[in-house]
């Protein structure tokens, strides 16, 4: 089945230890997108790429970076944890037409703890 | 500017009665809308979707939700819930553009009582 794969699936970090979240796509999709979630919060958008193109958020901050080599991978870094950044964090890719209503496909989340 | 207001942030309803999770909507123009649902620990599930074609949408599991342009609303409904119905459920609006970024709501919790 066509997918969005996110690894691992539960990471354990220090604070101020770089970290990368990999999310991979069987689905072909151009737009991929990179959300936060805090507890019982809604996903808060940080970047996406569509294609090539990476397209950051004003309030994502600059300790967040991302990169896709290719169409199907794309990945999360961050460059020195805090306690704040402790959550889940979910992928999601989408198609750009509009007559796909821009439907995003999430994958299942990568949780975050930092220590 | 497109906005969300999930008007219940928890709901709780017993086994095998109606479910109702209202959803306000702001939009300039004729919106994208959209229910997903979250299980604790998962990512989230695309319910059901509207695109400005039949206005009473059918989804996965049961739910359904009617489009009311005149209330600007998008409620999710569900004849009986199941225990497993028990989730995170998200109403979200489609910004719309080239690159079609979501709005979210802020969730509202559904718990289901045996």
């Known amino acids: 089945d066509a997918m969005v794969i996110q690894n691992p699936r539960y990471q354990v970090t220090q604070f101020g230890k770089p970290v990368t979240l990999s999310c991979s796509q069987t689905?072909?999709?151009?737009?991929m997108y990179w959300y936060q979630q805090k507890s019982s919060q809604a996903p808060k958008l940080l970047f996406h790429y569509y294609d090539k193109d990476f397209n950051n958020e004003a309030d994502t901050p600059d300790n967040f970076q991302s990169r896709r080599p290719n169409t199907s991978f794309c990945f999360l870094d961050i460059r020195s944890p805090g306690l704040g950044d402790a959550a889940m964090y979910l992928c999601?890719?989408?198609?750009?037409?509009?007559?796909?209503?821009?439907?995003?496909?999430f994958g299942p989340g990568t949780r975050l703890t930092v220590t | 500017a497109q906005s969300v207001t999930q008007l219940d942030s928890h709901v709780s309803v017993s086994e095998g009665t109606p479910v109702l999770l209202r959803c306000n909507y702001s939009?300039?123009?004729?919106?994208?809308l959209f229910w997903y649902v979250q299980h604790p620990n998962k990512g989230l599930q695309l319910l059901l979707k509207?695109?400005?074609?039949?206005?009473l949408v059918k989804g996965i599991n049961g739910f359904e939700a009617e489009f009311k342009k005149s209330e600007t609303s998008f409620h999710l409904t569900k004849p009986s819930a199941h225990m497993s119905d028990a989730a995170e459920y998200f109403c979200?609006?489609?910004?719309?553009?080239?690159?079609?970024?979501?709005?979210f709501g802020k969730g509202t919790k559904l718990s289901v009582k045996p």
């Open positions: 689905l072909n999709h151009n737009v």
């Open positions: 979200v609006v489609s910004v719309g553009g080239s690159q079609g970024n979501l709005i």
């Open positions: 999601a890719t989408s198609r750009e037409k509009r007559e796909f209503a821009y439907e995003q496909y």
């Open positions: 939009s300039s123009y004729s919106p994208s």
């Open positions: 509207y695109t400005s074609a039949a206005t």
